[in-house]
């Protein structure tokens, strides 16, 4: 298995722009999760589906960040419109239950100017 | 309140000594903490859980105690090797219906 894919890599964008983040999960697996990590809040959960649903977006810091999953194998996290505070990296992790092992993606690396 | 935290956010230790990477936790309702590895320019990667009702859980090289007494979860590696070098994450979760809780990191560097 190729393990959890998350597209770009890297996104550098302009203040005030859209920006959507990419996940594939592991195939197989009902639990996708949305983290951010920064050098000063640390790893933070923003949201996270079971079986394509949100279960829990309490962590989704306002309005401007919106995440879809419309089917068993891709979900995105988009932000619009983009603000410099909002760089950071964004890990997809998926899992096979919502409370088990989690399998992190590589990131992505947003820096917004 | 609820937090998960680390005593020290550095740790150096010379290659093949063992290494001890603390963790002091809040919510006295956790029953199950978790701990991953962070390399650089990866995401964080599972190394071994427990369970509360446990305090000692033992992996390949790792293990886990859990001291529910004053709230404190360790990670002892042994025989630290260069392939350690990353940052350590503790986390927590509050019952078994409850998202997962990430500590701030410990960052663990191996001298040769």
């Known amino acids: 298995d190729a393990g959890v894919i998350q597209s770009p890599r890297h996104e550098v964008t302009e203040m005030g722009q859209e920006v959507t983040l990419r996940c594939k999960p592991i195939s197989g697996h009902n639990s996708l999760f949305w983290y951010r990590q920064t050098m000063m809040r640390g790893l933070e959960l923003l949201i996270y589906f079971n079986n394509n649903v949100p279960i829990d977006d309490s962590g989704m810091p306002e309005d401007r960040f919106s995440a879809k999953m419309p089917n068993a194998s891709f979900s995105t996290l988009k932000i619009q419109p983009s603000e410099p505070r909002d760089s950071a990296v964004y890990f997809c992790?998926?899992?096979?239950?919502?409370?088990?092992?989690?399998?992190f993606g590589p990131g992505t690396r947003l820096t917004v100017l | 309140g609820e937090s998960v935290g680390l005593h020290l956010p550095t740790l150096s230790v010379q290659e093949g000594d063992n290494s001890i990477i603390n963790c002091a936790y809040s919510?006295?309702?956790?029953?199950?903490f978790i701990w991953y590895k962070q390399e650089s320019g990866k995401g964080p990667q599972f190394i071994i859980d427990i369970r509360s009702n446990m305090d000692k859980r033992q992996g390949q090289r790792v293990t886990v105690l859990l001291n529910k007494t004053v709230k404190h979860l360790s990670l002892q590696i042994a025989a630290t090797q260069p392939g350690d070098s990353a940052v350590y994450f503790c986390?927590?979760?509050?019952?078994?219906?409850?998202?997962?809780?990430f500590g701030s990191g410990t960052r663990l560097s191996i001298r040769p």
């Open positions: 919510n006295s309702a956790s029953d199950y």
């Open positions: 986390a927590e979760r509050y019952s078994s219906a409850s998202k997962i809780i």
């Open positions: 992790a998926s899992s096979l239950q919502p409370f088990d092992e989690q399998f």
